[in-house]
């Protein structure tokens, strides 16, 4: 979902249910946090305002509160240019933000960098004028997809966007599309895609509709023969979509990583070292789960982070 909130502009003091609150001691020191490197220390976590991003911003706010620090809640800020004002202006001192979005919405490149480690890279060092401090990204890449019904993407034999360009042109009435507004007009979306592999697919084929609606309509398997996803969204295993593999890497990396207001990570040089064993954790296959306990099963974003931490032994429960 991170592609999905470039274009959103809504101005910071858009906040959610937990600004401003402190989140509760209620975690302490496990594999992370011996010694109580933060006590005393009062730090902000922000969030853009969709489930996985809250999630990874809980998880950075428990794991400094484990660390002895008080952490105030700024999640669910609206837009992405918003959130990430809260950095840097240091109104928060950290969040997950997604190397795509950093480098094309907000350092104004207009091609994605192919190479992960490479494109992490090149936004550290572009971010680092802006009071900004990039730490390891994970291997969660939250970027566009297309999936399908299983039965169906079976029936035509699609593994690839490649496989869906071939057939485009050998039976152009078989490819069907869902898609949100978005991804239909985004040059990163289908224009792009179309383009870069070479798909024939009629406007007589394409469906747009809410995002939410294209899981559903596409599980269902009538209406679309595919649609488009987001990579790490928790409805794709519990509807169990079948997501075709980017074969031309078109789609951008979306890599989550610790965005950081500077001089915060001055301060506190114990940061770090508290993050990085988390990022090294995440990827798909963790956010999809997660993102599906919210989703799909009505949790508490705050309550799936922590559990997760605990599982992981990062922290314990108080």
Known sequence: MAAATLLTTVPLAGCGL??????????????????????????????KNFTENVILAEMMGLVWTAAGATVIDRTNISG???????I???????????????????????????????????????????????????RLNDTYALAGNAAAVAK????????????????????????????????????????????????????????????????????CLLGDVYSTDGRIPALKLSVLDDDKRFFPNYDAAPELYTKAVREHPAIPG?????????????????????DVQGEDPRAVARQWLIDQHFVVPK
């Open 274 to 294: 508290l993050l990085d064993p988390v990022s090294a954790k995440l990827d798909n296959t963790v956010a999809q789960d997660l993102n599906g306990k919210v």
């Open 156 to 223: 035509y034999h699609l593994k690839n966007l490649s496989d869906v360009a071939a057939l485009s042109k050998s039976n152009p009435s078989a490819v069907t599309l869902c898609v949100d507004n978005e991804f239909g007009v985004r040059d990163d979306g289908l224009t792009g895609m179309e383009k870069a592999y070479g798909m024939q697919i009629p406007k007589s084929n394409l469906r747009t509709m809410d995002a939410g609606i294209v899981y559903t309509t596409v599980a269902a398997g009538k209406s």
């Open 88 to 138: 840097v202006s240091g109104t928060a001192d950290g969040m997950y933000e997604y190397t795509g979005t950093a480098w094309i919405t907000y350092l104004g490149n207009t091609k994605p960098i192919p190479d992960p480690q490479r494109q992490w890279q090149a936004v550290r060092d572009a971010d680092v004028k802006n009071g900004l401090t990039w730490l390891p990204q994970s």
């Open 80 to 86: 992405s240019i918003g959130a990430r004002q809260a």
């Open 18 to 47: 937990h600004s401003g609150t402190v989140i509760p001691s209620d975690v302490g020191p496990g594999t992370l946090g011996q010694g109580l490197p933060l006590k005393g220390v009062t730090l902000t976590i922000a969030s």
